[in-house]
């Protein structure tokens, strides 16, 4: 079965420096995507960075850059010059492979980002 | 462009009551789905429906029923509430993966704003 872990619950940073938020995943599959979503104090769902299984480049969007080892099964999220904005929770989410899946998205356990001043 | 509409965004219940989570989407996409979040957890899916007519169950789908009588809609029923249902409860919608891979917007997936339910 497919399986998401991020394995710090909380993580701290000082202003302007940048912090590396951890994801593993478990597939069997060769065809899967990659989510990255950040959600503050308000609730919402915002979506951050998608890496697809088969892209030869690690993605980038803006700050966020996701760091995709395949043969470890990691997809960590670089998250450079953070800002006080950016605290909130950060997950990790995996699009089930194409087999019957229906492409659901599970989601890890969160990990809660504190940007200190 | 409203994207994802879930209502209401509160609500408190009492022990046994139902309710109808209400959720549609105007951006014609077949996939929808129905998460539940609890507190300081990761989000787990309760239902989904690929198109009209056709729903499947999730992983935790015990104490919920839907319906997806449009494209547009999917209402989430809780019969008989309990406090283990105290969550907040996001819809979201997704385009099937071959429309995906050209749609750059969130990679295809959509979710609403949520609606925040207590049990007591």
């Known amino acids: 079965a497919q399986k998401i872990t991020q394995t710090q619950p909380g993580m701290f940073v000082q202003e302007k420096e940048a912090v590396t938020l951890d994801c593993t995943y478990d597939t069997s599959d060769p065809s899967y995507g990659l989510f990255w979503y950040k959600q503050p104090s308000s609730g919402e769902m915002i979506f951050l960075i998608y890496?697809?299984?088969?892209?030869?480049q690690n993605a980038t969007e803006g700050r966020y850059s996701l760091n995709f080892q395949k043969a470890r099964k990691s997809a960590n999220l670089v998250i450079s010059a953070s800002q006080l904005g950016d605290s909130a929770m950060y997950f990790c989410a995996m699009r089930e492979p194409y087999s019957g899946g229906y492409n659901k998205l599970i989601f890890g356990a969160g990990t809660r980002l504190a940007v200190h001043p | 462009n409203a994207g994802v509409t879930q209502t209401p965004k509160f609500r408190i219940l009492k022990i046994g009551q139902s309710m109808t989570l209400q959720c549609t989407q105007d951006m014609n996409h077949n996939y929808m789905y129905w998460y539940r979040q609890d507190p300081g957890m990761g989000l787990k899916l309760i239902y989904y429906s690929v198109g009209a007519g056709i729903t499947d169950k999730g992983e935790v789908p015990n104490g919920y029923n839907v319906s997806r009588s449009t494209t547009e809609d999917f209402p989430l029923r809780l019969e008989l509430a309990a406090p283990s249902q105290t969550s907040v409860y996001f819809c979201?919608?997704?385009?099937?993966?071959?429309?995906?891979?050209?749609?750059?917007?969130?990679?295809?997936?959509?979710f609403g704003s949520g609606t925040r339910l207590t049990v007591v």
């Open positions: 979201a919608s997704s385009l099937p993966d071959s429309d995906r891979a050209i749609s750059k917007e969130n990679y295809g997936y959509t």
């Open positions: 890496q697809g299984s088969y892209d030869q």
